[in-house]
C-alpha cells in the first residue's frame, strides 16, 4: 500500500494516530494549568481595556484603549513586563488549546453543532495567538500600538488594487463576530462550556450575569468596530480603522456618548470578571 495515500488503512491509521496525539496534547495537564493562567490574564486585560474606556468617556484618555493599550499601561508598573510576558504565555497556551479543540472536535458534540464548535475554536485560537503576540511586541517595543498599527496595515491595503475590498470584507467579518457574541451572551451559550454543576447557587447566578452582560457589551463593540471598518474603506478614511479603540471613541462621540461608553465599559469589566470565573471552571 502507498504511503498514506487517501483512502487507505495507512492514510486512516496516519490520521488517527495524528487525532490521538492531539487528543492527548489537549488533556495535557500542563497545558491545562496555563490555559487557566491565560484566562486570569485574558480577564485583566479586559478589566484595564474598561478601565481605559472609562477615562475616554471622562474625557481623561489620551493613549490607546484597546488590549494593546491595556498592556502598555501593565508595563509602566513594576514588574510590569514580567506580568505582559506571563499573560502572553498564558494567552498562547491557550491559543494551542484551541487549535487543538479545533483539530480534534469537541467530542460533546454532534453533526453541524460539532463543525460549527470547531470553527469557533478556531477563531478563538486566532485571537488567544494574537493577543499573544501583542503582548511580546509590548514588551519588545514599549512605543508600538495595535491601534497604530491597525490603521497602518488598513492604510496600506487601501492604497493597493483591491485593498479597499478586503478592509470593507474584514469589516464585514468583524461586524459579524459581533453580532455573534450578543447572540452568543443572550442564550447564554458560554454556559455549555462550565462546569456549572460545581458551582453553587449564587455563583452559578453571578456567572450568567456576568457572562451575559460581558458577550453583549463586547459585541457591540467588535461591531461598531466592524461597522467603521467598513466606513475607512468606503470614505477612504485610515482614521477610522483602528479598531477597538476607534470603536469605543467613536461612542463617546454619540448623543449621550458618556452614558453609552461608560455602559459599555462596564459590559467590558463584566467580561473580565467572567473570564477569572472560567479560570476556575471553563472545561478544559
Excluded at 509602566?76 to 498562547?92: C, D, E, Q, R, S
Excluded at 485593498?163 to 470593507?168: D, K, N, P, Q, T
Excluded at 448623543?255 to 471553563?282: D, N, S
Aim: proline content about 1%; some cysteine; aromatic content about 8%.
Amino acid at each position: 500500500m502507498g504511503w498514506g495515500a487517501p483512502g487507505t488503512l495507512d492514510g486512516m491509521s496516519l490520521s488517527h494516530d495524528a487525532r490521538l496525539t492531539a487528543s492527548r496534547a489537549a488533556n495535557s495537564s500542563t497545558l491545562e494549568v496555563l490555559a487557566r493562567a491565560g484566562f486570569v490574564g485574558y480577564g485583566i486585560t479586559h478589566l484595564l481595556v474598561a478601565w481605559l474606556a472609562l477615562q475616554i468617556a471622562f474625557g481623561r484618555s489620551a493613549g490607546a484603549s484597546d488590549q494593546g493599550g491595556a498592556l502598555h499601561t501593565i508595563t509602566t508598573k513594576p514588574l510590569g513586563a514580567f506580568l505582559v510576558i506571563a499573560i502572553a504565555i498564558g494567552l498562547a497556551a491557550m491559543a494551542l488549546w484551541q487549535v487543538l479543540e479545533a483539530a480534534v472536535g469537541h467530542r460533546a458534540d454532534r453533526g453541524t453543532e460539532r463543525i460549527l464548535e470547531r470553527i469557533a475554536s478556531a477563531c478563538r485560537a486566532v485571537v488567544y495567538g494574537y493577543l499573544a503576540w501583542t503582548g511580546v511586541k509590548v514588551v519588545t517595543d514599549a512605543k508600538s500600538s495595535s491601534a497604530a498599527q491597525q490603521e497602518a496595515t488598513s492604510t496600506q491595503l487601501m492604497s493597493s488594487s483591491g485593498g479597499r475590498w478586503l478592509v470593507a470584507l474584514a469589516g464585514v467579518v468583524l461586524a459579524g463576530i459581533g453580532i455573534g457574541l450578543v447572540w452568543y451572551g443572550l442564550v447564554k451559550r458560554f454556559e455549555k462550556h462550565l462546569y456549572v454543576n460545581r458551582m453553587s447557587a449564587s455563583t452559578r447566578t453571578l456567572s450568567r450575569r456576568l457572562g451575559i452582560f460581558g458577550y453583549v457589551a463586547k459585541g457591540v463593540a467588535y461591531g461598531v468596530a466592524g461597522v467603521l471598518l467598513v466606513a475607512a474603506a468606503v470614505t477612504y478614511d485610515p482614521d477610522k480603522a483602528r479598531g477597538l479603540d476607534a470603536a469605543l471613541r467613536t461612542l463617546a462621540g454619540q448623543p449621550y456618548g458618556g452614558f453609552l461608553l461608560t455602559a459599555v465599559a462596564l459590559g467590558i469589566a463584566a467580561f473580565g470578571a467572567f473570564c477569572l470565573v472560567q479560570a476556575r471552571y471553563r472545561k478544559v
